[in-house]
């Protein structure tokens, strides 16, 4: 019943036959031959082909819910048997947002697999409502994200701690009357914003434009518990997804945005920014390794989240 469930899977996966026969290395009728043989073993369609795209019956939709569920546990056994031999070694599937994935894991996995050369990484970039999806599914071992995520079948191990910045285009006149508390790309490099003597009041931008994120990410949802609290109604120019977007908007002087020291320490020198620290406890917060709790977690796996974790 489920012994050729990949292909099932595939066509699910990619959204399609055309793509799933490409992954696959088999033709197009092929592929629909195979997942027709199925379908006559079970006696029901598995997928619905009036609609376009592609869609599950919901038979089809059982199927995949159960073939995820065999395959996680085939891969769970497969990474047991690799830890059985005593060698550090198999995949490693990690999901991050495009600032993780572009600035912080490249060299997390260089330096890891300096180490340990028998383990290999894929790398999937999402939002943190499909990575977790993702990371419940068991397509993904291990998730990276600076999101607070309070669900009992994931755990949670701390990687690091990161500060939120306002991000202020040099043009801006509220610069000259805060000349003494601006810092630039390398200041925050040097870790100068960590102290106390840059702390200014979200008040002094009130009149400024903002290019913040959508409240479903956690950086826009501080953003607005920040509002909040000093009192006033932003000037938003633009609503976005991706804190690496805001930053690149900011630099063209469209506007004010609230990004991490994260992203600032892995950029080059940017002279048309300057930075400031905002006083409140909003701005700080952790960046977690999430894993699914009832998921075996090969020794690569925790390898990697021990290296990485903070001490």
Sequence with gaps: MFTNKHYILTIYEEGGF??????????????SASVKRIEDKLSVPLFDRSTSPISLTEAGQEYIRYALEIRQKEQDFERYLSDYANMIKGPIKIGGSSLFSSFMLPKMIYEFNSAYPLVNFKIVED???????????????????????N???????????????LAVPHTLPVNEKLKNFRLTTNDIKDGRHLSNEYDVSLKHFSDCNFILLNTENDTGSRANILFKKYGFNPKVTLFLDQQVTSYNISCTGMGISFVSDTLIKHTEFEPRLYFYKLLDEETTRKIYFYTKSNHYLSRACQKFIDSNSKK
Excluded at 18 to 31: F, V
Excluded at 128 to 149: H, P, Q, Y
Excluded at 155 to 164: D, G, I, K, M, Q
Aim: aromatic content about 2%; charged content about 20%.
């Design 18 to 31: 055309s793509k799933a026969a490409k992954q696959l290395y088999i033709s197009q009728p092929s592929l």
């Design 127 to 149: 939002n943190t409502k499909n990575l977790i999806e993702k990371l419940s599914l068991g397509v993904l071992d291990i998730i990276i994200d600076n999101a607070i995520i």
């Design 151 to 165: 669900e009992d079948t994931i755990r949670s191990t701390v990687c690091t701690n990161e500060t939120l910045l």
